[in-house]
């Protein structure tokens, strides 16, 4: 069957807030990035809606026709809105308001009875959570250990690696890391940094089951179109050689 595209919309949402019109709207991205191959929708509801705007969750949440993952700071403020909307998945991640995007992965091992609590919240309303954690085996041992039913692995050092020696010993590190989640029985997502030039060693990965990947599509689109755009990145996937 091979893996998983999770196509992220949140830059869809930052054109349209750079201006702040209606258009153009991440919810009728998501729905021909299905139309192309998606297996999922990944939005960011920040804490400072800079990008994602709640009616955009509540929509996607009635629309969104294969999986929805929402990806959101670890607090009880997030929580409650995962309950009010219910999406299929909900992925941790670290989140400071300065940042640009989000930079490195969840500390799990530094705040294990945090989001511990946070994930018996989520698995309480029988939300899937997953976690975004650096391809660290620490952090993946943390995760198993609070009890996440899948981790997502921060490709961000490979994608920016600044030689072959570099981008080699980055991919080691996210291999041995899935390879560790999978042994303990957690399913494995990427996603960070990833476009169509560094994404096939990553696809070849056999215990990653998805990739998130936003932005490098969006820019894509702007040129050739958001369903041509999402297509010429799921055939890259399905064919890593």
């Not at 949140?10 to 009728?28: E, G, I, N, S, W």
């Not at 009880?76 to 809105?81: D, G, L, S, T």
């Not at 250990?145 to 490979?158: Q, S």
């Not at 056999?206 to 932005?215: P, R, Y």
């Amino acid at each position: 069957m091979g893996q998983r595209l999770g196509v992220n919309v949140d830059h869809v949402a930052t054109l349209r807030q750079a201006r702040r019109t209606t258009y153009p709207d991440p919810v009728t991205a998501a729905a021909m990035a299905e139309l192309a191959g998606a297996g999922q929708i990944t939005i960011h509801l920040r804490e400072d809606r800079r990008h994602i705007q709640e009616r955009d969750l509540r929509i996607l949440r009635e629309t969104v026709q294969t999986l929805l993952n929402l990806e959101m700071a670890a607090t009880q403020e997030m929580v409650k809105i995962a309950y009010e909307h219910k999406p299929d998945v909900v992925t941790l991640v670290p989140e400071r308001r300065e940042e640009l995007t989000t930079e490195g992965g969840l500390d799990v091992a530094g705040q294990r009875e945090h989001i511990a609590k946070i994930i018996k919240n989520l698995k309480d309303g029988e939300i899937t959570v997953s976690l975004f954690i650096d391809p660290d085996l620490d952090q993946v041992r943390a995760s198993h250990k609070v009890n996440a039913d899948r981790i997502e692995l921060h490709t961000g050092r490979y994608c920016e690696a600044r030689n072959e020696r570099e981008r080699a010993r980055e991919l080691s590190r996210i291999v041995d890391a899935a390879k560790a989640a999978a042994r303990l029985g957690m399913s494995v997502a990427a996603g960070h940094g990833l476009n169509y030039d560094n994404v096939l060693p990553i696809a070849r990965i056999q215990e990653i089951d998805e990739l998130n990947i936003g932005h490098s599509i969006v820019a894509r689109a702007v040129l050739v179109g958001f369903e041509r755009a999402v297509r010429e990145m799921f055939e890259l996937m399905r064919n890593p050689g």
